[in-house]
Each structure stands twice: as C-alpha cells, then as structure tokens.
C-alpha cells in the first residue's frame, strides 16, 4: 500500500537528501522555510514512519544569575566593601546605608576573606585584597552561557562556590535533536506518492483530548449541588489567625489540634487587627468560662493555614448575624499529618452552616441526605459522636460496596451556645464539613486518595465522569 505524504513531510525529505548537513531543527527552518512548529510536526511525522532516525541529546550549561550579573557591573559586594573602608574606617549604618540590600553578603564574604575587622561598631580594613578567581569567572562568563562538560579545573571551583551565593549561578539543561534519513527515507520515492491521494484503510490518528481533572469534576459537582439547594458561597483567605480558625469556635488554647503536629503555623507571622474589641472580650470570656483558664490574645494572634473552612463561615455569620441564612464555603484546608492511602496535609473541604428560627437535627440529617443522594450515594447512617464546638454532634456514614464496609464522611451538629452567642448570634446554627477526596474516592473507586494527585496521564484520562 502507497503512502501519503503531507507536503511538510516532503519538503524535509528533500531537504535532507539534497544536503544530509541539514540535520537539525535551525538549519532545516533557514533552508526550507518553515516554522518551528511544522517543523516539529514534520520530524515526528517521518520518525514514526521509520523514514527518519532522530536521536536526542541533553546537555547542563551555566549562565549568570542576576547578582551575578549586578556583581559584574559593580563590583562584588564584599570587594565594595573593603574599598569603602579603605577611605577610612565606617560605621555599620554609613555602610548599610552606601551598599543596601548587599549589605549582609558583604560582611559575611569581607569576615570570611579576613578583609575587614568589625570594632566599636565600626568597619576597618584588615589584610590586603587578593585577587578572587570566581570573580574572574564572572567577567569572562558575562553575559554568554557555556557548558557544563566544558568547565576547567578551576572553573568548576568557581562555579561549585558560587552556587552557595543566592541567584550568583543558573543551571539549565538545553536538548538538541539531529536526525538522518534512514535506508528507506532515502529509497522512497517521494515523486511517485505525490499524487495527494487519500487511504481511506489508514487507521485514524489517537488524539487526547483536554478535560477537567476528575477532582474538579467533584468540586464542581459539590458546589453545583449546594447551590441548586439554595445555598451561596463565601470565600475566606487560606491564611487565618488563630483567632477564627481556634477561639472563635470554642477550642481551648491547649488543645491537641492547636499544636504543631497538627496546624502549620506562619513562622513569626502574627495579626493585630483581627476582630472587633467586643468578639475579643467575649469569646475570652466564654473560654474563662467554659474551660477554666487565663485565655491569651497573643495566642489567638498567631496566623495559620486554616485547618478547615468553617473559620471562613464562622467568620460571615459574626460580621453580618443573619436571622435565615444558608451559605457554604469551599476550599483547600492544610493539616500538618503524615501522608498515607487516607490522609494528605493539604485537602479540599466543604462546609456550611444553616441558621433558622426553627431548625433542629432533623433539618440538617435531611439536607446531607439530599446531598449525598444527588452524589449517587444512597446507603447512608448517622452517628452520635463529638466535636469541639457543636453539640449535639453527629458523624454522617455511607456504605461502599467495593469495600463492602461503611465509611466515614462529613462530621455534622449544632454550634454550641459558647460559639454563637459571644459572636452575637442568637437563633440556632446548623453545622456540617468534610473532605471532598474522600467523596470523590467513593465515586471513582479509588482506595489511596494519592492518586488524585499522582500525575497519571494513563488514568487521567481513561477515569469516567461520575454522573
């Protein structure tokens, strides 16, 4: 059977035949004419149909990085230095002041070169300069590149010290592709395929098509569900202060799920402007209170990546005290955990609150009912169990038939007095949250939650949309 050829196909075989040293990508596209695209396409093209050998190779060069680059036009910080102070000895601010942000990087590297001695808070010169090689290595780089394989000696020294500078060295792996016809590319006539026409037995090319990532196909699936159940959505930042991730609801300041093991706290990260002076009062009463202890703002100061989304809609129902309200919030949660087939310690999670006159237990059973069945999950119970700060509390459990067990899902109740009414919240709020991975497992019959996240094009793109 003939074989058809598109004419960028044709155009690199002939190409090449004519003159075999057009063997890369450049010379084929100032010979012939065509972009960097077609190109490509061609390439792939011919190698698939064994009318062309491509071979591949990688190669690690080194350029300078931008204070590298600064360090070249100026001069390195600690060189800078030790001719300030050559003028006559300097106070830290006068050098502070002259040099800026390289301020640090001079000292250090003018201590470490024994340059410069430091006295009665001022700078004086110490033991003569010296020539430095890596500072050779930089003029000579300048603004070029050059391969790794190709360094000297001595290069190589200069580069392994200046790589502990920060933003002094860049490494980045450049490929290139040669490529020859191979005996039938060079036998095949090209003139006697030429005629255009078309094999209706040839077999139609695979091709992938974008979609959604299964996760976001349940995300989105969960904030549909919600919304078509008269719920709005709130949105909070992922950065919290402890105050609405922990006080506000109620979870003493020593408690186990404060602690590092638990919560990422932001190093040396704290807020001052937080809450008003009347929620600060009232919840530190209601701690006194409720637990017994000295409550502390510092504590309640502290900023965290919140380790659910309830302090997002805790947060709502304080600002705006609504009578009747329905609302949810929807987002990544972090948890300081170690990660295994169930656990990640960074999730989405899914939670909302209900606040009505009326509203009892029953109502919110009801409402996770209906959600889990517009899921696709029908065998579902609930559980007495406990939480922090809603009382009664109850664990929601659906059935899964591959596992042949019943699993754990959303952790439900009622907030408790001691987290509505400091806020100034007076009608009954329903509460309810979970981690949506664990649902979309469920739906896509998966027994490590890692998958979701495991890159797998295989799976990414055979897994069925859950209906």
């Given at each position: 059977?003939?074989?058809?050829?598109?004419?960028?196909?044709?155009?690199?075989?002939?190409?090449?035949?004519?003159?075999?040293?057009?063997?890369?990508?450049?010379?084929?596209?100032?010979?012939?004419?065509?972009?960097?695209?077609?190109?490509?396409?061609?390439?792939?093209?011919?190698?698939?149909?064994?009318?062309?050998?491509?071979?591949?190779?990688?190669?690690?060069?080194?350029?300078?990085?931008?204070?590298?680059?600064?360090?070249?036009?100026?001069?390195?910080?600690?060189?800078?230095?030790?001719?300030?102070?050559?003028?006559?000895?300097?106070?830290?601010?006068?050098?502070?002041?002259?040099?800026?942000?390289?301020?640090?990087?001079?000292?250090?590297?003018?201590?470490?070169?024994?340059?410069?001695?430091?006295?009665?808070?001022?700078?004086?010169?110490?033991?003569?300069?010296?020539?430095?090689?890596?500072?050779?290595?930089?003029?000579?780089?300048?603004?070029?590149?050059?391969?790794?394989?190709?360094?000297?000696?001595?290069?190589?020294?200069?580069?392994?010290?200046?790589?502990?500078?920060?933003?002094?060295?860049?490494?980045?792996?450049?490929?290139?592709?040669t490529f020859a016809l191979t005996s039938l590319g060079k036998s095949i006539d090209i003139d006697a395929v030429a005629s255009g026409a078309i094999d209706v037995e040839a077999s139609v090319p695979h091709t992938v098509v974008s979609r959604i990532h299964p996760l976001k196909e349940v995300i989105n699936e969960t904030r549909e569900i919600f919304v078509s159940l008269g719920f709005s959505e709130v949105l909070g930042n992922l950065i919290q202060p402890s105050f609405w991730n922990f006080d506000a609801l109620f979870t003493p300041q020593d408690h186990p799920a404060r602690d590092m093991q638990d919560t990422f706290y932001i190093k040396d990260k704290t807020t001052a402007k937080f809450a008003t002076a009347t929620q600060i009062n009232q919840v530190s009463r209601s701690h006194k209170n409720g637990w017994g202890y000295n409550w502390d703002i510092l504590e309640a100061k502290k900023m965290v990546l919140r380790t659910h989304t309830?302090?997002?809609?805790?947060?709502?129902?304080?600002?705006?005290?609504?009578?009747?309200?329905?609302?949810?919030?929807?987002?990544?949660?972090?948890?300081?955990?170690?990660?295994?087939?169930?656990?990640?310690?960074?999730?989405?999670?899914?939670?909302?609150?209900?606040?009505?006159?009326?509203?009892?237990?029953?109502?919110?059973?009801?409402?996770?009912?209906?959600?889990?069945?517009?899921?696709?999950?029908?065998?579902?119970?609930?559980?007495?169990?406990?939480?922090?700060?809603?009382?009664?509390?109850?664990?929601?459990?659906?059935?899964?038939?591959?596992?042949?067990?019943?699993?754990?899902?959303?952790?439900?109740?009622?907030?408790?007095?001691?987290?509505?009414?400091?806020?100034?919240?007076?009608?009954?709020?329903?509460?309810?949250?979970?981690?949506?991975?664990?649902?979309?497992?469920?739906?896509?019959?998966?027994?490590?939650?890692?998958?979701?996240?495991?890159?797998?094009?295989?799976?990414?793109?055979?897994?069925?949309?859950?209906?």
């Amino acid at each position: 059977m003939s074989q058809v050829f598109h004419p960028i196909e044709k155009k690199i075989i002939l190409a090449v035949r004519t003159d075999p040293s057009l063997n890369n990508p450049g010379t084929l596209k100032f010979q012939t004419g065509l972009s960097d695209d077609q190109i490509r396409r061609g390439i792939e093209w011919l190698k698939l149909k064994n009318l062309l050998e491509v071979k591949e190779s990688k190669q690690t060069v080194i350029t300078l990085g931008e204070n590298a680059i600064k360090a070249r036009e100026n001069g390195l910080p600690e060189k800078r230095l030790r001719k300030l102070v050559d003028e006559g000895p300097k106070s830290l601010d006068e050098i502070k002041k002259e040099l800026q942000e390289d301020f640090s990087a001079a000292i250090a590297y003018a201590k470490k070169h024994d340059w410069v001695r430091i006295e009665n808070g001022l700078i004086h010169p110490k033991a003569p300069l010296k020539p430095l090689a890596e500072e050779d290595f930089i003029l000579h780089l300048g603004t070029g590149k050059k391969p790794v394989d190709q360094l000297s000696h001595f290069d190589k020294k200069s580069v392994e010290y200046l790589k502990r500078r920060p933003k002094f060295i860049n490494e980045k792996v450049l490929t290139s592709i040669t490529f020859a016809l191979t005996s039938l590319g060079k036998s095949i006539d090209i003139d006697a395929v030429a005629s255009g026409a078309i094999d209706v037995e040839a077999s139609v090319p695979h091709t992938v098509v974008s979609r959604i990532h299964p996760l976001k196909e349940v995300i989105n699936e969960t904030r549909e569900i919600f919304v078509s159940l008269g719920f709005s959505e709130v949105l909070g930042n992922l950065i919290q202060p402890s105050f609405w991730n922990f006080d506000a609801l109620f979870t003493p300041q020593d408690h186990p799920a404060r602690d590092m093991q638990d919560t990422f706290y932001i190093k040396d990260k704290t807020t001052a402007k937080f809450a008003t002076a009347t929620q600060i009062n009232q919840v530190s009463r209601s701690h006194k209170n409720g637990w017994g202890y000295n409550w502390d703002i510092l504590e309640a100061k502290k900023m965290v990546l919140r380790t659910h989304t309830t302090c997002v809609t805790i947060k709502y129902l304080a600002e705006n005290k609504p009578e009747d309200a329905r609302i949810f919030s929807l987002g990544r949660v972090f948890r300081n955990e170690k990660v295994s087939y169930k656990h990640l310690f960074e999730f989405n999670q899914v939670e909302g609150v209900v606040v009505g006159k009326d509203v009892t237990l029953r109502d919110l059973m009801g409402i996770q009912r209906e959600f889990y069945h517009r899921m696709g999950l029908t065998k579902i119970k609930f559980w007495p169990t406990f939480f922090p700060y809603t009382e009664p509390s109850l664990q929601s459990m659906v059935y899964n038939k591959e596992l042949n067990k019943w699993v754990e899902l959303f952790g439900m109740g009622i907030f408790r007095p001691e987290v509505t009414k400091p806020l100034g919240i007076t009608r009954p709020v329903l509460a309810w949250g979970g981690g949506i991975e664990r649902i979309a497992m469920l739906k896509y019959g998966l027994e490590d939650v890692r998958e979701f996240y495991n890159n797998n094009l295989s799976w990414l793109r055979s897994a069925t949309r859950c209906q």
